[in-house]
């Protein structure tokens, strides 16, 4: 067996961990460790990629007619036009972070962490655990699971191997889009935030219809049934294994002090007296509880944690609170921004991709977009309509990862084909939602938060990643059209 050379990079893996006969290895398992090793020497940087899928769309965009003016436009018009998104998805790492980072929390993570006492409870564990964190929120569960995923590594009696760990965890996100902050869900159910145009064709669909259906619920659980078998027969044992100290990681570090017992000291210089004392943190905490508690008492405690923006918020206020000193809280927030770099860099190149996938026109005004979606569309019957959503938002996901933003741009034609060919719409929503992030597990766009605070590279976790793909496309897709079989269609309804 090749020994590892540990350089103190994550990406420095020259090893072919398949084959090691130290352990009585699973078919999943020798396949996982292949494709691994495999992505370890040739996957290429996670902006390279976006670089790579910004060329093959322009390429696209270039087959069907559009001019290379247009498609110029597009790049340096829509470049820019995520910079709301990529700094909430900043915010997220930050203040998930700032959380985690706070001792109670810790003690909790610690305890969960505690729990599994095999390298394949670990991961199945983890999967449960990120699957009903990301039904809650995904902005939560992205977090939590990176934070259990480091609590679980940092035990080295476990021998936990951090590649699969680490997409274990992010194999949860699957759950995001089928849970309570499913934006297509849930736009669907606000008749004043729907374009006028879109409530013409959908009306108004109810919770009730979409993310609150017997049918949601059972594919959920499929869902995750099927993602801890993969976990739990990928996971590399033994030898094999490589922990967070093989290669240069230390994910306990931040369960070891608290930012509170680091900066308990009082320092003698008088303008610190504020940065040292809970008096700000208690007034101006304060103020920010009353906001909450007025936002959810004029809108409701769900439409107010559906918001993205409100959910920061709320994440920003515990942790400021629970830190109870300024000083402890900007010590956790400057130990976070770090992990922020490949977000701010890579979230400009994928707004660019969705411009020119959606508005790069040829000479009859139609777009990439346009033929993907009455490709799929046109050549469908009702009861097979789930299974092509699925596999359209897969192939469109796999270029174009937008937790379901881009849903407002093919809703219009994929939900009047719908109601021609008179299937459910509610499950449609569902549908698409679901199967979009499983395009996440082979496009590095939302790992990038984990991995960044993991300090681990695309190419490490990739390998594992493929392996959930690969079982849980068909299984998700079989499951999408005979769950829709069991559901009747209704006319929408107007406000």
């Not at 067996?1 to 961990?17: E, K, R, S, Y």
């Not at 980072?101 to 305890?111: D, I, L, Q």
Request: net charge neutral.
């Amino acid at each position: 067996m090749v020994q590892l050379a540990n350089t103190g990079q994550a990406n420095d893996i020259p090893v072919d961990p398949a084959e090691d006969v130290g352990t009585q290895r699973s078919l999943l398992e020798r396949m996982a460790l292949r494709i691994t090793n495999m992505a370890e020497r040739w996957f290429p940087d996670a902006y390279v990629i976006a670089l790579i899928a910004l060329l093959a769309i322009s390429i696209a965009a270039l087959s069907i007619g559009a001019g290379p003016s247009a498609i110029v436009m597009a790049i340096g018009d829509g470049y820019w036009k995520l910079n709301n998104f990529t700094y909430q998805m900043a915010m997220v790492v930050i203040t998930g972070f700032a959380v985690a980072s706070c001792g109670p929390v810790k003690r909790g993570v610690k305890a969960l962490a505690r729990i599994p006492t095999t390298e394949r409870g670990a991961v199945a564990f983890i999967i449960l655990v990120s699957v009903i964190a990301n039904a809650i929120h995904w902005g939560f569960g992205l977090m939590f699971s990176v934070f259990l995923v480091m609590a679980c590594t940092a035990r080295k009696e476990l021998h936990l191997d951090v590649r699969a760990a680490a997409a274990a965890g992010f194999a949860g996100n699957c759950a995001s889009m089928m849970g309570l902050s499913s934006s297509a869900a849930l736009l669907h159910a606000t008749p004043a935030s729907l374009p006028p145009e879109l409530l013409k064709i959908s009306g108004v669909i109810p919770l009730g219809d979409t993310i609150f259906l017997w049918q949601n619920g059972v594919a959920i659980l499929v869902m995750t049934v099927v993602a801890m078998f993969v976990a739990w027969a990928t996971v590399p044992r033994g030898a094999a294994a490589r922990t967070a100290s093989d290669l240069g990681l230390n994910p306990g570090k931040m369960f070891e002090e608290s930012h509170d017992e680091q900066h308990a000291a009082v320092e003698s210089r008088p303008g610190d007296s504020f940065a040292n004392s809970p008096l700000l943190t208690i007034a101006v905490g304060g103020l920010m509880i009353v906001w909450i508690v007025m936002k959810m008492m004029q809108i409701g405690i769900g439409a107010t944690i559906s918001s993205l923006n409100n959910y920061l918020f709320i994440s920003l206020t515990v942790a400021f609170l629970m830190h109870w000193r300024i000083k402890s809280f900007l010590s956790a927030i400057a130990s976070s921004v770090p992990a922020v770099g490949g977000i701010l860099l890579q979230f400009p190149i994928y707004a660019a991709v969705a411009s020119v996938l959606m508005l790069a026109q040829n000479a009859e005004g139609h777009t990439v977009s346009h033929y993907l979606g009455q490709f799929f569309a046109q050549n469908v019957t009702r009861e097979m309509m789930p299974p092509v959503v699925g596999v359209y938002s897969i192939v469109v996901g796999l270029f174009i990862p937008s937790a379901g933003a881009k849903w407002v741009v093919e809703a219009p034609y994929i939900l009047d084909a719908a109601n021609q060919l008179q299937s459910h719409l509610g499950w449609l929503i569902n549908t698409y939602g679901g199967a979009e992030t499983l395009a996440n597990l082979l496009n590095p766009f939302w790992m990038l938060p984990m991995l960044g605070l993991m300090k681990l590279r695309v190419r490490s976790v990739v390998g594992f990643t493929f392996m959930y793909f690969v079982f849980l496309v068909p299984v998700m897709l079989c499951t999408f059209w005979l769950l829709g079989l069991t559901l009747e269609y209704h006319p929408p309804v107007m406000p």
